[in-house]
């Protein structure tokens, strides 16, 4: 048995000769450092934030939200010219909202699946159709079938590109959705400028004109398509493979509820809103007796002071933490809005802007919260937070114009300043840059 085991030590000694195993050491070593190369190389390319999508982006979110900001902006038009109730009004709005909302979670939730990179270049196109239905309607009735048709491009338009700038983003995800949506309220402040000077001078059937933005669109919509196919789509296998999907660090419960909290905070937001996008131009021609024209300029001035907010809520939730953000943009518009119905015109210009600055910079916060909430649903949680979003504008929008019907526009201005208040809420929602630190450290 002695003799065995030294013969079994000398035969091992003999086999695991020192140099051999250097040499499988040395060569697993290389074999780990390939792999974290390969991983390396990997990782710094999805963490790198792709500035000329992001931009392209933005720039077709732009052309998008301008052809619909048309919709409100020629509401005093299409009153005149069909002789509409305010109900009728938001009606219009109530329709081309639920066409916008209902289908983007699903349009979500089949993408997060099965990316479709040129889907955007096809909603563009329902976008074109509505555009020349709307110039040439001649009723009630297919004004409301353009606006479902424009609807309906913008629910595939929305989470899809929300998608396209989350890949573009790297690691700055907070500026790519406020460079994204500043495209947006950029597109939202130019559409009444647009149709004040182009469809309030030469009629309806001028509208066809902004097609050619379409048509534009539908080119860079293409464009930034080929990127995601062949930057996105090509490698997603090995994302896969070398990139772990991070999960919540919280109860399916815990995450129910802030959604919850978060949807009741898109409501408050898009509800004070609708009362800006659909009724701020009545408002101002009913109390001040301006002018269809100024009112639009008015309205302008608003919706750059959105765009404005939007770019800076993303950078900041980046930096301090989005539920900060959230927090302050909601409730702090608050002062502003209540202040609103007591000031004169000259007042009630320079409120809009802080108000209009204060209140936008929150959906950046908000959407990429969710998704950090959310791992792994871009589509979807795009999807529904948008959806949710024009939904509640659209369902503002009417119950609003059924208001003003009802008692005056005056009313619902003074109903709408107590909304922000709903921003107090915020303080339930939990702390997840907090959460992710404690994470890092439990892993170190």
Known sequence: MLLYGIGNILVLKKIIHPSSLLCSVDLNLQSGNLKMSGSATLENKLEKTVYPI???????????????????????????NYNLSFSQV?????????????????VGLYTDREPQPYSLATGMGFTLGGLIVLSMSHNFHLVLVAVGLVGIGSSIFHPESSRMAHAAAGDQRGLAQSIFQLGGNLGSSIGPLLAAWIIVPHGQMSIIWFSLIALLAIFVLTK????????????RL??????????????????????????????????????????????????????????????????????????????????????????????????????????NLFWTVILVIPIGLILSSAFSAILVYAQELIPGKIGL???????????????????????????????VFHICSFLPLIGIITGFLPNIEGSKKRKKKVIA
């Open 54 to 80: 992001l931009f392209a982006i933005s720039f077709s979110h732009l052309l998008n939200d301008t052809i619909q900001s048309l919709i409100p902006a020629i509401y005093p038009i299409l009153k005149t």
């Open 90 to 106: 938001g009606l219009i709005t109530l329709t081309f909202q639920m066409a916008a909302s209902l289908l983007q979670p699903f």
């Open 224 to 235: 930034v398509g080929n990127w995601y196919n062949e930057n996105v789509i090509k490698t």
């Open 238 to 343: 090995k994302r896969k493979e070398k990139i772990t999907v991070s999960h919540s660090s919280f109860s399916k419960r815990k995450v129910a509820f802030s959604v919850s909290i978060l949807l009741i905070l898109i409501f408050s937001k898009y509800f004070y809103l609708a009362s800006f996008t659909s009724y701020f131009t009545f408002y101002l021609i009913n109390k001040f007796h301006v002018g269809i024209q100024t009112s639009q300029i008015y309205l302008f001035v608003f919706l750059v002071s959105v765009a404005g907010g939007t770019l800076i809520g993303g950078p900041l939730g980046d930096r301090f933490g989005r539920k900060y953000v959230i927090w302050v943009s909601i409730l702090g518009t608050a002062p502003f809005a209540l202040l609103l119905p007591y000031a």
């Open 381 to 411: 949680v795009s999807g529904l937070f948008f959806g949710f979003a024009f939904g509640m504008g659209g369902i503002g929008s009417a119950l609003l114009g059924n208001l003003a019907d009802k008692t005056s526009i005056l009313h």
